[in-house]
């Protein structure tokens, strides 16, 4: 073949996922393993959900409705917004490719925290655009620093609040004197895949920033608190204008009937959001209380997930647990060779895995 590939694709490297569980069982032959590695819902999906997936079933020869006029209309009454500020994707991820492809083009740059979510930079460069990166101080994003790399040719900012892979959070007062700083024509994404896992006051809530004169664009997600990562649907929240450049580099139909019905369910399953709320609380108290015991560090986090620092390589340790049947994340892509990510999983499930890091510890 002898296909002329643009260099901004050929030089790209595939966003590598978790690795599935039944991967790791063909693979090593064994069974029973978990996976702690993709900030998943340990407890399934939301039962409603399943339940209006079932009765959505029938409908399935015709295509979605667009713009998912009742799930957008029952998000804007769940969140005292108009329907114009709200756009669905397939996922999260989806919405962030929109952005990229409504407010980018060859030449802009985006300024990116590093590390954090690896889609920011793919989005960014699939659009021909370059990222500027910019390094995390005390494992927080740094808003000044973001700020300093501000130059004409910045069309876009992204943040993860909370950050991922760090699970820390920037405080209110620091996003405001950043937001008051930022150039207007900037587009700046506020990515709260986690934000639903926040135990503190102390951060800012995208939603609160749409009126205002910033071009704050918040990302949710059904994948993490709701349980439905399978399916595929996210939003973002933005200015009624944003929205608008959006549709129109939406791809039509680009949200299943299945995970329409399944979003519209589970923003009332308000027994599971807090029964999960709860399982993530509990089990972040007892993985820190057992790995003080056994004396790792650990950095403490407000989403579901969180950085241990295993004091030798990661890549191996990953490895040593996947051979117990332990799925967990190596941070050595992100920058960070001796870091471990996990999120929480069922008790017995932590359990294991700080069972099985005990055993790799004591043995090498
Ligand atoms: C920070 C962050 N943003 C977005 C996503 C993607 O979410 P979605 O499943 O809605 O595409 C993830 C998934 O892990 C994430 O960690």
Request: charged share 25%; net charge negative; hydrophobic share 45%.
């Amino acid at each position: 073949m002898s296909l002329t590939i643009p260099e901004h694709i050929r030089s790209l490297k595939p966003y590598i996922p978790g690795k599935p569980i039944d991967e790791l069982e063909r693979e090593y032959g064994i069974r029973h393993s978990i996976k702690l590695a993709s900030n998943e819902n340990p407890l399934g999906p939301s039962p409603l959900a399943v339940a209006a997936i079932r009765s959505a079933l029938d409908g399935l020869h015709r295509y979605p409705d667009d713009g998912g006029h009742e799930l957008v209309h029952r998000l804007a009454a769940h969140l005292s917004l108009g329907p114009d500020a709200i756009v669905l994707g397939n996922g999260s991820d989806e919405v962030l490719t929109m952005l990229a492809r409504a407010f980018l083009q060859p030449g802009d740059m985006a300024i990116i925290p590093q590390p954090s979510f690896l889609m920011y930079e793919l989005v960014v460069r699939w659009a021909g655009a370059e990222c500027r990166f910019v390094p995390l101080k005390n494992m927080t994003i740094d808003l000044e620093a973001m700020l300093a790399q501000v130059t004409d040719r910045c069309r876009m900012v992204f943040l993860c609040n909370p950050n991922n892979p760090t699970g820390t959070v920037v405080s209110r007062k620091a996003f405001d004197a950043f937001l008051e700083k930022i150039p207007a024509d900037l587009v700046i994404v506020l990515d709260e895949a986690y934000g639903e896992f926040v135990r503190i006051d102390d951060c800012p809530r995208g939603i609160e920033y749409i009126h205002g004169d910033r071009a704050v664009v918040t990302l949710r997600t059904f994948s993490k608190v709701y349980g439905l990562a399978g399916l595929r649907i996210g939003y973002g929240l933005m200015a009624p204008q944003t929205a608008a450049m959006l549709h129109r580099v939406r791809i039509p139909f680009n949200v299943s009937i299945p995970a329409q019905a399944a979003a519209i369910a589970a923003l009332d399953d308000t027994d599971f959001i807090d029964k999960t709320r709860r399982l993530i609380r509990d089990g972040l108290a007892f993985l820190t209380g057992a790995l003080d015991d056994l004396g790792f560090r650990y950095f403490p986090t407000q989403a579901n997930f969180f950085l241990i620092d295993v004091e030798t390589s990661a890549d191996d340790i990953y490895e040593q647990l996947l051979r117990k049947g332990v799925i967990v994340r190596s941070m050595s892509a992100y920058g960070y060779p001796r870091y471990i990510r996990v999120n929480v999983g069922l008790p017995e499930e932590n359990d294991r895995f700080i069972q099985s890091l005990d055993k790799i510890r004591s043995k090498g």
